[in-house]
Nanobody, 126 residues
Framework: QVQLVESGGGLVQAGGSLRLSCAASGRTLSAYAVGWFRQAPGKEREFVAA????????YYADSVKDRFLISRDNAKNMVYLQMNSLKPEDTAVYYC???????????????????WGQGTQVTVSS
């Protein structure tokens, strides 16, 4: 079983940047596809970005494409989400999820992930 812990959230002004981190323990993250999701108050948890186990394949929600960048460092058991040009509508709790996968593909629906972190709050002020 893999445990995930997100960090790096905070309060930032519109147009600013944040880098979220997802730290894994219990298993080597190199055997897992990882995704970032977010949930705003009163809304469903939605997909943000995903990355295959090798880092060679990534996928983004249209709302964050060209602003966010997902990456991973398997040697450190870490996955990152660099968020640039932040907007107030990016305000949400951000979660990372992991799914055991020996395929290089990514996954972009909630039910495809087996493990979740506790989330980190991102607030973007206008």
């Amino acid at each position: 079983q893999v445990q995930l812990v997100e960090s790096g959230g905070g309060l930032v002004q519109a147009g600013g940047s944040l880098r979220l981190s997802c730290a894994a323990s219990g298993r080597t993250l190199s055997a897992y596809a990882v995704g970032w999701f977010r949930q705003a108050p009163g809304k469903e948890r939605e997909f943000v970005a995903a990355i295959g186990w090798s880092g060679g394949r990534t996928y983004y929600a249209d709302s964050v494409k060209d602003r966010f960048l997902i990456s991973r460092d398997n040697a450190k058991n870490m996955v990152y989400l660099q968020m640039n040009s932040l907007k107030p509508e990016d305000t949400a709790v951000y979660y990372c999820g992991a799914r055991f996968s020996l395929s290089s593909t990514y996954y972009y629906t909630r039910d495809q992930y087996d493990y979740w972190g506790q989330g980190t709050q991102v607030t973007v002020s206008s």
